[in-house]
């Protein structure tokens, strides 16, 4: 299959985006070597990149990207980091009585 610029063209205005917008075109599907290796085919330098044979072309719009952080709206519910190990333990003794179920062995 032989892809054209005009093709990507029109299938950005299929997608209803503005030739204005920010486009960006990336390659997933490929890896980075994170450790130093002597170069060769089996232990590349670090920092080398492996295209996949599955990898594919992904085309993003960064401009219509919405980005919105999700809202606490129960002020007693409370992100597990930020709860103290006192009421981490409370509430797993309050769920397993509720259940019937123990952790315990006898």
């Not at 299929?14 to 290796?37: F, K, P, R």
């Given at each position: 299959m032989?892809?054209?610029?005009?093709d990507l063209w029109e299938t950005i205005q299929t997608l209803g985006w503005d030739t204005n917008d920010d486009i960006h075109i990336e390659i997933a599907g490929t890896s980075v070597y994170a450790i130093d290796g002597a170069g060769t085919k089996w232990a590349p330098k670090?920092?080398?990149?492996?295209?996949?044979?599955?990898?594919?072309i992904v085309i993003k719009n960064r401009s219509r990207e919405t980005f919105a952080p999700s809202i606490n709206d129960d002020p007693e519910r409370l992100a597990h980091h930020l709860k103290?190990?006192?009421?981490?333990?409370?509430?797993?003794?309050?769920?397993?009585?509720?259940?019937?179920?123990?952790?315990a062995t006898s």
């Amino acid at each position: 299959m032989k892809f054209t610029q005009e093709d990507l063209w029109e299938t950005i205005q299929t997608l209803g985006w503005d030739t204005n917008d920010d486009i960006h075109i990336e390659i997933a599907g490929t890896s980075v070597y994170a450790i130093d290796g002597a170069g060769t085919k089996w232990a590349p330098k670090k920092g080398t990149r492996k295209y996949n044979k599955d990898a594919f072309i992904v085309i993003k719009n960064r401009s219509r990207e919405t980005f919105a952080p999700s809202i606490n709206d129960d002020p007693e519910r409370l992100a597990h980091h930020l709860k103290s190990k006192l009421e981490t333990v409370r509430e797993s003794v309050d769920s397993e009585e509720s259940t019937g179920q123990s952790s315990a062995t006898s």
